[in-house]
């Protein structure tokens, strides 16, 4: 019987093939990209990890297991992560609430997104950077507003209020796109059976955003393990974690192997988590677009002092992010922070003369990944999430792999992978956008498969019934319905192609380097002040170019899409 069905499926997946070549073109062109940039580094640096002298050996995986130091970072590794993937997207899913459901005017609501976007579109340095500046022990806060002398900043409070901040806005994306999608018209029915405002949010607005609130634990979960930068600075030696013994493992005491195994270690909390969200999102349905038509009511979510209270809260936590990137601009126009107060504008000559290649090299390969990320995102997505055929679930893991990776032990198996013949890649730019792609592609899969988990199928099956062919059924109708997915995937490829570290800090060279390095290097020799004009001029590039993305795609939205007003896709 089993035989029966393989070959069934088989038979299924040749025929789909034979009637929609676009989609048989399409596998075939992702499954090299994934076999060449996913699929064969990982399987260079597993050949690192568990051979030795070319044969199996398991000695160093459990030299490394044995230290005491090892485990307490594991243990650290998944508490942050776990904490961190809780209040993001508890976080995230109050500022989206607030922001679509309490019927908020558009300027009190684009406030709040510009506010939001900041933590984003920032180097990974950048909040621990002005934590150190507010709380440290001469911090603009604690020694200077509070008199505290002997303030200890570091530890996992920090680090997790840290990367919390930075990464909330990723769950605030993909939560506003969720919540925005959901048809009003069924909390009204659910009112007019009698239902109280709090029922028909557990009830029914609440299962409605499971889709976006297991894409966003994943994903914010994968991001603090993964990140090595804020704990670098903030955990200091009372709170080690993996990504930072991995880096330091192998930047600091040239230990590829040791550096491989602590990173390979992250793997396992990682791939739980993604299966767990397969299967949480995947046993339930949450269609709510339908193509119907109904008329559109206000939301009803709240009353008005709640919708108030809410306001005011999103107010305040705005107020005080935008806090930390005036005092970031401050730092960056005076001589040293916290020791000479003069006005200068030397970290801004300094950034535009020394820095100027690193400039332009992180712009190209900025907009390069962008345009390949965002394509790649959406079209995974939407072959994975809506089409049939053989191997389509272990594309969408394929796929998902890389950005489950720890960026060190990418950024380590792209440059042994394409060190030599054929595909001799280092000291080139494509290096760096392909990892980028390959690693951050991920936000546009997941934004684009958890949109589309709200579109009913009839919608493309009447196209199709009308003797549309998929290509043209993509282009016309699911293109529309899943702008914002595509919108997510563009800007937040370029975002993080700005501003990532942990993985292209093994591939720069001296023809292409980034920003990122750049402000790394500077922090390392304490040249604060060059370290905040580099980020201040990285949020500003960010900021504008987003915005430039935002109104393009405004433009060229067609008839029956979400509509499309800035960065998060509504």
């Keep these: 019987m089993p035989v029966i069905m393989r070959k069934s499926k088989t038979l299924d997946t040749v025929g789909n093939f034979i009637k929609d070549p676009a989609l048989l073109l399409s596998v075939v062109v992702i499954w090299i990209f994934l076999i060449l940039f996913v699929v064969i580094p990982i399987m260079k640096i597993l050949s690192i990890t568990f051979t030795e002298g070319g044969h199996f050996n398991l000695s160093g995986f459990g030299e490394i297991l044995k230290k005491r130091y090892t485990l307490i970072s594991a243990r650290n590794s998944i508490l942050l992560g776990t904490l961190v993937g809780l209040c993001g997207t508890a976080l995230g899913f109050f500022f989206a609430f607030t922001s679509v459901r309490t019927n908020l005017p558009k300027w009190w609501s684009r406030f709040l997104d510009w506010a939001i976007i900041l933590p984003l579109i920032s180097p990974p340095f950048t909040m621990a950077i002005t934590v150190l500046f507010s709380f440290g022990p001469r911090g603009l806060i604690t020694y200077n507003l509070l008199g505290l002398e002997h303030s200890n900043v570091y530890g996992m409070w920090s680090t997790l209020f840290a990367e919390t901040i930075t990464y909330f806005p990723v769950s605030y994306i993909t939560l506003k796109g969720i919540l925005a999608g959901i048809d009003p018209t069924v909390e009204d029915m659910a009112f007019s059976l009698g239902s109280s405002r709090w029922e028909v949010f557990y009830k029914v607005t609440l299962p409605l955003s499971t889709p976006g609130l297991a894409n966003s634990f994943l994903l914010l979960f994968a991001a603090s393990l993964a990140d090595f930068a804020t704990p670098l600075i903030l955990a200091g030696n009372s709170f080690p974690v993996l990504p930072t013994e991995a880096f330091l493992q192998i930047t600091g005491l040239f230990d590829l192997k040791g550096g491989a195994i602590l990173s390979f270690i992250l793997l396992i909390p990682s791939f739980a988590v993604f299966f767990l969200q397969r299967y949480w999102v995947g046993r339930k349905n949450y269609v709510t677009i339908t193509g119907m038509s109904g008329s559109q009511t206000k939301f009803k979510s709240v009353g008005n002092k709640t919708r108030y209270f809410f306001l005011l809260v999103c107010l305040l936590a705005a107020v005080f992010i935008l806090y930390f990137y005036v005092l970031l601009l401050y730092a960056s126009l005076i001589e040293a922070f916290g020791a000479n107060n003069r006005f200068t504008l030397n970290h801004y000559k300094m950034i535009f003369t020394s820095g100027k290649d690193a400039i332009k090299d992180t712009l190209f390969i900025a907009f390069s990944g962008m345009l390949l990320g965002g394509l790649f995102g959406v079209v995974v997505g939407y072959i994975t999430a809506k089409k049939k055929y053989f191997s389509r679930k272990l594309m969408e893991l394929m796929a998902m792999i890389n950005y489950s990776l720890p960026g060190t032990i990418v950024g380590i198996a792209f440059l042994i992978t394409f060190n030599s013949r054929p595909l001799l890649l280092t000291g080139t ?15 546009g899969i997941r934004s684009t498969v958890a949109i589309l988990h709200q579109i009913h199928p009839g919608i493309e099956e009447a196209s199709q019934s ?11 109708i699911t293109i529309p319905l899943v702008l914002p997915g595509l919108f997510s995937g563009l800007g937040i490829v370029f975002i993080r192609s700005m501003t990532a570290i942990s993985a292209t800090i093994f591939l720069v060279s ?61």
């Design 429 to 443: 730019a494509l290096i760096i956008i392909l990892c980028n792609v390959s690693k951050y592609g991920a936000y």
């Design 466 to 476: 009308l003797g549309a062919n998929s290509l043209s059924t993509f282009r016309r």
């Design 510 to 570: 001296l023809n292409w380097t980034l920003i990122t390095v750049r402000i790394l290097e500077n922090m390392t020799e304490l040249h604060l002040g060059v370290s905040a004009a580099f980020s201040v001029l990285v949020v500003v590039i960010v900021f504008a170019v987003t915005t430039g993305i935002s109104f393009c795609l405004k433009m060229v939205r067609q008839p029956g899409g979400m509509k499309i007003t800035s960065l998060f896709g509504s």
